[in-house]
């Protein structure tokens, strides 16, 4: 199993010593950096600031909004990264949700997973670079159909360093899960539980399955972001990650569109999501965090001291279809190399 660090996406502003743990974490053998984004910061910028201190490591997106660019301005923008990163970019992206979507970006939402695969087709063809890119889809249209009529197919100026930019799409639902399996080269996962391991197998081989599937189980790469807090106390710990469990089950999304508190519900949870999302739709965030159980922040989250870490990686996480966890935290100096190695062993 490979392992990754990841920034996330940014709060009220930069996280600290971010350019030291790149660094770092380029020096002690970690295989991939990622960003993400949700309505603050953006993935891409960061990614290309930070990953301008290393020469090896990967730099990955978990993941870009599919609804912030057009197609071809993301497509343009990673091959801009790729070909000065030296060919390191993993490009991860995702269809978000209905509020974010609509909300902030100010696009339809409707049929994410047919807007998701002519999103990917686009981005291809513009790196593949055959011929001028047109495209006549339900969602996208090249050349736009209507306005002037002025516009013509066009080629990308750049020659990708790359025609075949790795993608990941970001799922949670069984059917995006199918998705990736079929048009990608990997899948992000968020709130991945080895408890739901083989709920997930069973979608990505539906996918797998498909006629023109991209790949197969053998060179898919599944690469999860998984919460990191140590702490000699695991009570403690797992009290840190409370508030980001109930912003995402109670407060991401609407009452009845919560794709964040469906993955809780299907590991069987849907008593403390109920509470949870009553009270975080009534302003009332403390009580949700503390409506959390530790057990329901321990199935998704890395807590405790270094030794249970250790063990829960050993004995729940490498038996899944994981192919790379992404640590959402750094561990301490004294254990780093510890908790890195039984990922990695």
Same mark, same amino acid.
């Given at each position: 199993?490979?392992?990754?660090?990841?920034?996330?996406?940014?709060?009220?502003?930069?996280?600290?010593?971010?350019?030291?743990?790149?660094?770092?974490?380029?020096?002690?053998?970690?295989?991939?950096?990622?960003?993400?984004?949700?309505?603050?910061?953006?993935?891409?910028?960061?990614?290309?600031?930070?990953?301008?201190?290393?020469?090896?490591?990967?730099?990955?997106?978990?993941?870009?909004?599919?609804?912030?660019?057009?197609?071809?301005?993301?497509?343009?923008?990673?091959?801009?990264?790729?070909?000065?990163?030296?060919?390191?970019?993993?490009?991860?992206?995702?269809?978000?949700?209905?509020?974010?979507?609509?909300?902030?970006?100010?696009?339809?939402?409707?049929?994410?997973?047919?807007?998701?695969?002519?999103?990917?087709?686009?981005?291809?063809?513009?790196?593949?670079?055959?011929?001028?890119?047109?495209?006549?889809?339900?969602?996208?249209?090249?050349?736009?159909?209507?306005?002037?009529?002025?516009?013509?197919?066009?080629?990308?100026?750049?020659?990708? *360093?790359? @025609?075949?930019?790795?993608? +990941?799409? /970001?799922?949670? %639902?069984? $059917? #995006? !899960?199918?998705?990736?399996?079929?048009?990608?080269?990997?899948?992000?996962?968020?709130?991945?539980?080895?408890?739901?391991?083989?709920?997930?197998?069973?979608?990505?081989?539906?996918?797998?399955?498909?006629?023109?599937?991209?790949?197969?189980?053998?060179?898919?790469?599944?690469?999860?972001?998984?919460?990191?807090?140590?702490?000699?106390?695991?009570?403690?710990?797992?009290?840190? *990650?409370? @508030?980001?469990?109930?912003? +995402?089950? /109670?407060?991401? %999304?609407? $009452? #009845? !569109?919560?794709?964040?508190?469906?993955?809780?519900?299907?590991?069987?949870?849907?008593?403390?999501?109920?509470?949870?999302?009553?009270?975080?739709?009534?302003?009332?965030?403390?009580?949700?965090?503390?409506?959390?159980?530790?057990?329901?922040?321990?199935?998704?989250?890395?807590?405790?001291?270094?030794?249970?870490?250790?063990?829960?990686?050993?004995?729940?996480?490498?038996?899944?279809?994981?192919?790379?966890?992404?640590?959402?935290?750094?561990?301490?100096?004294?254990?780093?190399?510890?908790?890195?190695?039984?990922?990695?062993?």
């Amino acid at each position: 199993m490979k392992v990754g660090v990841a920034a996330g996406y940014w709060g009220s502003g930069p996280p600290r010593r971010v350019e030291q743990t790149i660094v770092e974490a380029e020096a002690l053998g970690v295989d991939g950096f990622w960003t993400a984004e949700t309505y603050g910061s953006d993935a891409l910028t960061p990614l290309a600031w930070w990953g301008s201190r290393t020469s090896r490591i990967t730099l990955g997106t978990s993941v870009c909004q599919m609804s912030a660019r057009t197609p071809t301005a993301l497509a343009m923008a990673a091959q801009t990264i790729d070909h000065l990163s030296g060919g390191r970019l993993v490009l991860g992206i995702g269809a978000s949700g209905p509020q974010v979507v609509e909300g902030w970006y100010g696009q339809p939402y409707p049929r994410p997973l047919e807007r998701t695969r002519e999103y990917v087709s686009i981005m291809r063809a513009v790196w593949a670079r055959d011929e001028p890119v047109v495209f006549d889809g339900k969602h996208y249209q090249l050349p736009h159909q209507g306005g002037t009529g002025l516009g013509k197919p066009l080629k990308s100026i750049v020659h990708p *360093l790359r @025609p075949d930019i790795p993608i +990941y799409l /970001g799922a949670e %639902g069984p $059917k #995006n !899960v199918a998705l990736a399996a079929e048009i990608a080269d990997g899948w992000t996962p968020l709130w991945f539980s080895p408890k739901s391991d083989d709920f997930y197998r069973d979608a990505l081989a539906e996918g797998f399955g498909r006629e023109g599937a991209r790949r197969s189980a053998e060179d898919f790469e599944i690469a999860n972001v998984c919460w990191l807090v140590e702490d000699d106390d695991v009570e403690r710990a797992a009290a840190k *990650l409370k @508030p980001v469990v109930a912003l +995402y089950a /109670g407060g991401m %999304g609407a $009452k #009845n !569109v919560n794709f964040h508190n469906d993955v809780f519900v299907r590991m069987g949870w849907a008593d403390a999501c109920a509470e949870i999302q009553q009270l975080y739709l009534r302003g009332r965030a403390d009580l949700a965090a503390q409506a959390v159980p530790t057990a329901m922040v321990e199935d998704v989250a890395l807590v405790g001291p270094a030794e249970k870490i250790c063990e829960d990686v050993e004995k729940r996480w490498k038996p899944t279809c994981l192919t790379t966890i992404i640590l959402g935290g750094w561990p301490r100096p004294e254990n780093r190399e510890k908790i890195l190695d039984a990922i990695r062993a």
